[in-house]
């Protein structure tokens, strides 16, 4: 079956600096791989690349089989593309209900949004009144993620779900991801810390200083080869 | 997904998935060319090279006449020659890159008031042949 997502041979740079050297990286439907590197590896340029934010230099980016390096983030968007960047993206001054009703813009209801985010998400239902930036760390990135499901994605795009929040929440929002996963988008998940992510993705792959230095399913050798990568010593 | 479209008598039962329709949507989205890009850069290097040519051409005649020295005023004739080949060389490209926006804009003009006219000329006709 075709990928939803693929990154065929991909090399982007900002100026003259090139992050990404050759990135060559697929994601079917419902799927998750996890991206997992160091600070400064290129996980972050590969999504806006993904999302078609960031343009390519050289190489392919393919969604659906189809070739759209070069279309504008907008189309993405609007095809089923759903990045949800680091740092949550919500509105912190508007209300849970408000940030979950501005997703109204992709031409779903307000009621579908709400009980889409509601039933998965039942904390967001008791907090709907509640300015967005008053809520906890874990619960602002369940309004993120409720956001991001308003669109109907075909392709989620996570980057960096764990930032600042501890260990058990993290793991209760991978899960709801797993959960997500199982309803069909391909959910491509940028990780710097590797435990929680590992426990879902059905693979992942290891960036290091913009080039994918391991990928396959997760297993205990992935374990052991990362820390050594993080630490910038060869296996 | 499972949906159920009724269609006259018949109702057929389709299963699009929504990878399915990522998919469709994908494949009717227009992607502009890249290079429709390279259009506005040749523009600009017709038009640098314009202006080069000419600027070439009259730091060659200036040069020429600043000395009495026939091989440095042979230097200065090839100069300008340079500089007048470039500028014919960047009118070319300036031309052919401007003149397409343009011949577009020109031709769907002319085909909106030939479809225009083609109206006027059939509401005419209906109206002669009106009851009166």
Redesign the interface.
């Known amino acids: 079956m075709?990928p939803?997502l693929e990154l065929r041979d991909v090399r982007a740079a900002y100026d003259r600096i090139t992050v990404l050297h050759g990135i060559d990286l697929t994601v079917g439907?419902g799927e998750v791989v996890a991206l997992l590197g160091p600070n400064g590896a290129g996980k972050t340029t590969t999504l806006r690349v993904a999302a078609g934010v960031h343009p390519v230099s050289s190489g392919r980016l393919l969604?659906?089989?189809?070739?759209?390096?070069?279309?504008a983030p907008r189309?993405l968007a609007?095809?089923?593309v759903c990045l949800i960047p680091e740092g949550r993206g919500i509105f912190p001054n508007l209300s849970v209900r408000d940030n979950l009703l501005m997703m109204t813009f992709t031409g779903r209801g307000r009621e579908e949004i709400e009980h889409v985010a509601y039933t998965r998400f039942p904390v967001l239902g008791r907090r709907s009144s509640q300015a967005a930036g008053t809520l906890s760390g874990g619960e602002q990135q369940m309004l993120a993620l409720a956001r991001g499901l308003a669109t109907?994605p075909?392709?989620l795009l996570l980057d960096e779900l764990s930032m600042g929040l501890a260990p058990r929440v993290v793991s209760a929002l991978y899960e709801q991801v797993a959960a997500i996963a199982t309803?069909?988008?391909?959910v491509l998940v940028v990780e710097q810390f590797a435990t929680a992510v590992l426990g879902i993705a059905d693979r992942a792959a290891v960036l290091v200083r913009g080039r994918i230095e391991q990928q396959g399913r997760p297993d205990n050798g992935m374990r052991t080869d990362l820390a050594a990568l993080y630490l910038g010593s060869s296996t | 997904m499972t949906n159920t479209v009724n269609s006259g008598e018949a109702e057929l039962t389709t299963t699009d998935t929504r990878a399915d329709r990522f998919v469709r949507e994908l494949a009717e989205l227009k992607i502009p060319d890249p290079a429709a890009g390279r259009a506005a850069l040749w523009l600009r290097v017709g038009g640098a090279l314009m202006v080069l040519g000419l600027v070439l051409a009259g730091f060659a005649y200036f040069m020429a006449h600043s000395t009495t020295d026939p091989l440095a005023q042979r230097d200065a004739i090839a100069l300008a020659l340079g500089g007048i080949a470039g500028c014919v060389v960047g009118s070319a490209l300036f031309l052919r890159y401007s003149l397409t926006g343009f011949l577009r804009y020109w031709m769907a003009r002319q085909s909106y008031d030939v479809a225009a006219l083609a109206d006027r000329l059939t509401e005419g006709k209906v109206n002669d042949h009106a009851p009166r």
Do not use: H, K
């Not at chain 1, 969604?63 to 279309?71: I, K, N, Q, Y």
């Not at chain 1, 309803?183 to 391909?186: D, R, V």
């Open positions: 075709t939803l439907a969604l659906g089989g189809r070739d759209v390096s070069g279309a189309d609007r095809a089923g109907d075909a392709v309803e069909g988008p391909a």
